[in-house]
């Protein structure tokens, strides 16, 4: 198995479904699996539909809403492929993403984690981080980056284990930025390709709730402890 792609679901079983769908239909040049972390949703799927539509899926179901870091990691830990893909359940492919993200994966060794350009709905260029580092997305070039989208990011599953996954500190938010950090504290480096493109509808299960809102802020105010209250003191 060459890829493991991690989709962690919550009360959105119709995006799930279209993101399967585009997923299974274009990407037939790389082996993978599909495991699907399903955090308690009240709105739930078929999944012997999906069994029956999709090869090679599983399912994880949570008894109660763990986050989106601890569920990625879990879905890490059952992963038999050399390689995670952590795909969010509002994403639509449109070609094939797993050949050439794997491919340039291993063209360049010190790779950590490797994330494709991703589009709102409109097709515009959906941007990482705050307005000031916008320019990095624009090129046509694959290039070094400070941090990527947990919305979808490839990486080594030796790797990902070995920096102990996304911190589960994080319900959700920010999770992502801070495995880039760490990624680049280990010596690797983080790409942005835009030349791999898929679409990233953004917000389907994020912010559906006054309690899931609490929580992104929860999780900001721990980044900043982490990483820039120490040097403050």
Sequence with gaps: MKVSVIIVHYNTPELIKTCLDSFYEYNKAVSFEVIVVDNASSNKFDKDEFMDNYSNISFIDNEENVGFAKANNQGAKEALGEYLFLLNSDTVINTDVLSPLVRFYESNKDIGILGPRLLNQDRSVQYYGSVLGRYKYLGKEPRV?????????????????????????????????????????????????????????????????????????????????????????
């Design 145 to 233: 980056v400070s941090f990527l989208s947990g919305a979808a990011m490839l990486i080594r599953k030796k790797l990902y284990l070995e920096v102990g996954g996304f911190d589960e500190n994080y319900f959700f938010y920010n999770e992502d930025i801070d495995l880039s950090k760490t990624i680049v504290r280990k010596g690797y480096k983080n790409y942005y390709h835009p030349g791999i493109v898929l679409i990233h509808l953004g917000g389907g299960s994020t912010f559906s709730s006054k309690s899931l809102k609490k929580q992104a802020l929860q999780s900001s105010w721990y980044f900043f402890k982490k990483f820039y209250l120490p040097f403050l003191k």
